[in-house]
Every structure is written in structure tokens, then in C-alpha cells.
């Protein structure tokens, strides 16, 4: 049956230094050709960075751990709303839609991985620790993308009254 989630959300478990479940699931997006321990050796390391940069330099928002800082990351890079393509009348439009919570969720992951997939140069742990710190802050290329897709929806929102 169409539309139905699988049991996978049921069988997915705490991650093994946090015991956070959302950090099981990025840990999960950030994998790569089913290399987990590569995955999880990449967050984990991020973590440290992002640690022994709060232990320099405090954060502004006061955060203690490197949870803490990840958890606003994410709060802070999801979308509310997204534009939907729509076809009405032969013509198509972008319509303005409010984003479900997991959703919104799958959108912060993807926005966060992907920008910090597409500088290089760098260990890829502290390209995530840099985004994860700058998205806990409201700044970033995650946070520009989730400011675009806004920007998007609030000039398509004469064309809300198409949405079901």
C-alpha cells in the first residue's frame, strides 16, 4: 500500500555515545555504500571538533555539549513551508505547502550533508563540524537553502488557494 512508513523507524537504535536517535539518523544519511563505521567515525569526530571548539570559545547560545549544538543545528535548518509543484488547469504552479515533521526533518539532513559533500578540500568532519556549528547559529549554506526555499514559498503564495 502506497504512503505507508516501514518498520524501520521502530528498529532504529540509540547511537552507541549518545544515545540520541536523531544522531542515529543522520549518522544513517551520512553513510555511504552501507560504510557505517565510516559514518559513525566521521559524526563522532565532528562531535570532538565541535566539543574542543565550545571548550576555546563558549557559544553564543551557551550550549555545553556537542548534542546540544546538533539538536539546534537541525531545529534550525528545517523549513516550515516548501513549494509543491502543482498542475491546474494546463498550467503548472508552484504552490506553497507546509512541510510535515519528517519531512522537515530529511530536508535539514539533506541540506547539511549535502553542503558539506560539496566543499572540498578538507576532512569531511570538520566541513560537518563547521555546518553544524554555523547552522546552530542561523547562518551557513544549509540555512541559506532553507532562507531560499521560504523566499520561494512567500512569492508563490497567491497561488495557496490551489493547495488540497
Given at each position: 500500500?502506497?504512503?505507508?512508513?516501514?518498520?524501520?523507524?521502530?528498529?532504529?537504535?540509540?547511537?552507541?555515545?549518545?544515545?540520541?536517535?536523531?544522531?542515529?539518523?543522520?549518522?544513517?544519511?551520512?553513510?555511504?555504500?552501507?560504510?557505517?563505521?565510516?559514518?559513525?567515525?566521521?559524526?563522532?569526530?565532528?562531535?570532538?571538533?565541535?566539543?574542543?571548539?565550545?571548550?576555546?570559545q563558549p557559544h553564543p547560545a551557551g550550549f555545553q555539549s556537542p548534542?546540544?549544538?546538533?539538536?539546534?543545528?537541525?531545529?534550525?535548518?528545517?523549513?516550515?513551508?516548501e513549494v509543491r509543484s502543482k498542475r491546474v488547469g494546463g498550467a503548472?504552479?508552484?504552490?506553497?505547502?507546509?512541510?510535515?515533521?519528517?519531512?522537515?526533518?530529511?530536508?535539514?539532513?539533506?541540506?547539511?550533508?549535502?553542503?558539506?559533500?560539496?566543499?572540498?578540500?578538507?576532512?569531511?568532519?570538520?566541513?560537518?563540524?563547521?555546518?553544524?556549528?554555523?547552522?546552530?547559529?542561523?547562518?551557513?549554506?544549509?540555512?541559506?537553502?532553507?532562507?531560499?526555499?521560504?523566499?520561494?514559498?512567500?512569492?508563490?503564495?497567491?497561488?495557496?488557494?490551489?493547495?488540497?
Amino acid at each position: 500500500m502506497a504512503g505507508r512508513w516501514t518498520a524501520s523507524e521502530g528498529q532504529l537504535r540509540p547511537d552507541s555515545r549518545f544515545g540520541n536517535r536523531t544522531l542515529s539518523r543522520f549518522i544513517n544519511c551520512v553513510m555511504r555504500d552501507g560504510k557505517k563505521s565510516v559514518a559513525e567515525r566521521v559524526v563522532y569526530d565532528a562531535m570532538d571538533e565541535i566539543k574542543a571548539r565550545i571548550e576555546k570559545q563558549p557559544h553564543p547560545a551557551g550550549f555545553q555539549s556537542p548534542i546540544e549544538v546538533f539538536e539546534k543545528a537541525i531545529d534550525n535548518a528545517k523549513p516550515f513551508v516548501e513549494v509543491r509543484s502543482k498542475r491546474v488547469g494546463g498550467a503548472n504552479y508552484q504552490v506553497p505547502m507546509q512541510v510535515g515533521p519528517r519531512r522537515r526533518q530529511s530536508l535539514a539532513f539533506r541540506w547539511i550533508i549535502g553542503s558539506c559533500r560539496a566543499e572540498k578540500g578538507r576532512p569531511m568532519h570538520l566541513r560537518l563540524a563547521d555546518e553544524l556549528l554555523a547552522a546552530s547559529k542561523g547562518e551557513g549554506k544549509a540555512m541559506a537553502t532553507r532562507d531560499q526555499v521560504h523566499r520561494m514559498a512567500d512569492a508563490n503564495k497567491a497561488f495557496a488557494h490551489f493547495a488540497y
